[in-house]
């Protein structure tokens, strides 16, 4: 079992929709979340952090962590075509390290 | 606020040379991070430094690496000899404190032929 696993996509979803893109992580004892858009070609940028139970919102973007399930999701509401990219979870435990899940890719189709 | 700074942007070399990869962390960042990204493995962590120590290289993946730090705004990745397969996208990134999102560089892409 992967310590992050994402589905790899693509996520394909219409202008204006709410892109809902999914992860899960394998500790049980990981503390802090982080959500990376990746345009192709171009390094990851951090979107989100967040570190408790509930919804985070920041702008269009929505957080959500379930610590009991052991997920994580990402919310995007109206989306738009530069939206486009690759999204990456990534998730802390007790180290200093960030573990990365593979990314999903997201189409926002006009 | 530079950021992360890479260099180069890109490189390509022949089979048996040796490569150095440059980074500059942010200012005041305690952490520095290498990873490498390819398509069938995404991005892999290959060492880590705290306060410039090494605290972590078991993501290094052959002798054939090595990594140094010598002062709190440089860092380098060093491959002797490089063989195709490491061919990939090298990325720098660093952080302030344990348990934050990192800041990234733009990365250096090495293609060995």
């Known amino acids: 079992q992967k310590e992050v696993e994402q589905n790899s996509g693509p996520l394909s979803v219409p202008e204006g929709a709410i892109a809902s893109l999914n992860c899960t992580y394998s500790?049980?004892?990981?503390?802090?979340f982080f959500w990376y858009r990746q345009y192709s070609g171009k390094s990851p940028e951090l979107i989100m952090s967040?570190?408790?139970?509930g919804d985070k919102e920041d702008g269009r973007f929505t957080a959500q962590l379930n610590k009991a399930s052991q997920y994580v999701s990402l919310l995007i509401r109206d989306s738009q075509p530069s939206d486009s990219a690759t999204y990456l979870c990534a998730v802390n435990k007790h180290t200093d390290k960030l573990i990365f899940g593979t990314g999903t890719r997201l189409q926002v189709f006009p | 606020d530079a950021g992360v700074i890479q260099s180069p942007r890109h490189e390509v070399t022949e089979m048996g040379q040796e490569v150095t990869l440059r980074c500059k962390p942010i200012s005041g960042h305690d952490y520095l991070f290498w990873y490498r990204q390819t398509m069938m493995r995404g991005l892999e962590l290959l060492i880590y430094?705290?306060?410039?120590?090494?605290?972590?290289d078991s993501g290094m993946p052959e002798d054939r690496f090595s990594a140094k730090m010598p002062n709190a705004s440089f860092s380098t990745l060093k491959i002797q000899p490089s063989e195709p397969r490491d061919s990939a996208v090298y990325f720098c990134?660093?952080?302030?404190?344990?348990?934050?999102?990192?800041?990234f560089g733009s990365g250096t892409r090495l293609t060995v032929v």
């Open positions: 990134a660093s952080s302030f404190d344990r348990g934050t999102g990192y800041t």
């Open positions: 967040i570190y408790s139970n």
């Open positions: 500790d049980r004892g990981s503390q802090s």
């Open positions: 430094f705290n306060n410039n120590v090494p605290i972590d």
